[in-house]
């Protein structure tokens, strides 16, 4: 996209921490925001904040809800005409070893996590390419979600966030629709007092820091924001929030690499296999072709 004046945005989870960064930076780009969550004070106070600076509208929503979801998308085709970027970033936190974790503690995060992120693309991507106007799809993984960092249940969530938006990227290549996938490192917000999980847990906190620490390195939620408007403005694929994470993805993608059998490609199976499998999205975003 490349004016966001005058159009609107939806962010999930919009009422607090990266979402909230999100909603100030669309804000200030000139766009109408519509911010959900499920915690009516976070709700009434982020709105009334963002009311003070631009378009701003606060509505209950739990991304588990389907029918909530459908909901929403027609009060927003009837009040503003429907919606131009969507932001899927509502979420919560759940570190716990996976021999700690339970079966309905997977089915909780999974279902926020993931499903939820797939619940707010399917009802609301028919309804933006009908409408055929350039939108925007964001959704908020973790840089965990590249790295594999521990907490697996949360791990695969968001690795099955990133997956889910790189094949999303290719489905849409020749439509108006642009995709983003975020990967924030550690944010400035309250995700450590979420919802509680079904339960009862063990807290842990990532990589065992000490929370002083990670409060005093992590980045400011309106940072992230600002990195989400320039991505949606120039279509870009990855949202990667720290450059302190290029050694940490370096190493994981040479890992991968340094396992691929060391032969001499068949050449009929590589015709095959690169048929199947090839992304045009991974040449656009190494600037191999031009949108
Ligand atoms: N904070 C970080 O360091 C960090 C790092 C990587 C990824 N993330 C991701 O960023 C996203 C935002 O989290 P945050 O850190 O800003 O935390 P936050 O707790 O400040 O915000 C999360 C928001 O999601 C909402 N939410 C939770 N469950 C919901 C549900 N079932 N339905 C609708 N809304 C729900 C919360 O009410 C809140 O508004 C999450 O997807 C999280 O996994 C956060």
Not at 29 to 57: F, P, R
Not at 122 to 130: E, G, S, V, Y
Request: proline share 6%; glycine share 12%; charged share 20%.
């Amino acid at each position: 996209m490349r004016d966001l004046r005058g159009r609107t945005a939806l962010v999930t989870g919009g009422d607090s921490g990266i979402g909230l960064g999100i909603a100030h930076a669309v804000c200030d780009a000139g766009m109408s925001v519509v911010i959900s969550g499920i915690v009516e004070e976070t709700l009434e106070k982020a709105g009334s904040e963002l009311a003070a600076v631009g378009t701003a509208h606060a509505v209950r929503l739990d991304v588990r809800d389907r029918a909530g979801f459908a909901a929403l998308a027609d009060r927003m085709d009837r009040e503003f005409g429907g919606v131009d970027v969507l932001v899927n970033n509502a979420g919560v936190g759940f570190l716990a070893p996976t021999t700690e974790a339970t079966f309905e503690q997977w089915d909780w995060v999974l279902d926020i996590n993931l499903t939820g992120v797939f619940n707010g693309i399917r009802t609301f991507l028919p309804r933006m390419l009908a409408a055929g106007r350039p939108g925007h799809i964001v959704s908020t993984a973790s840089i965990g979600g590249l790295l594999g960092a521990p907490g697996s249940t949360y791990a695969a969530a968001k690795a099955g966030v990133v997956g889910l938006m790189e094949a999303l990227a290719a489905e849409l290549v020749d439509t108006p629709v642009g995709v983003s996938i975020l990967t924030p490192g550690i944010v400035r917000t309250n995700i450590h007092n979420g919802p509680p999980p079904p339960g009862s847990v063990v807290v842990h906190t990532p990589g065992d820091a000490a929370e002083t620490d990670l409060h005093a390195a992590a980045m400011p939620p309106r940072e992230v924001g600002d990195r989400v408007v320039r991505a949606i403005l120039d279509e870009q694929l990855y949202v990667i929030t720290h450059a302190e994470h290029r050694e940490l993805l370096e190493r994981r993608f040479d890992a991968i690499l340094r396992c691929v059998p060391d032969e001499q490609p068949d050449p009929r199976r590589a015709g095959v296999e690169r048929l199947i499998l090839h992304n045009p999205v991974y040449d656009r975003a190494l600037g191999r072709t031009a949108r």
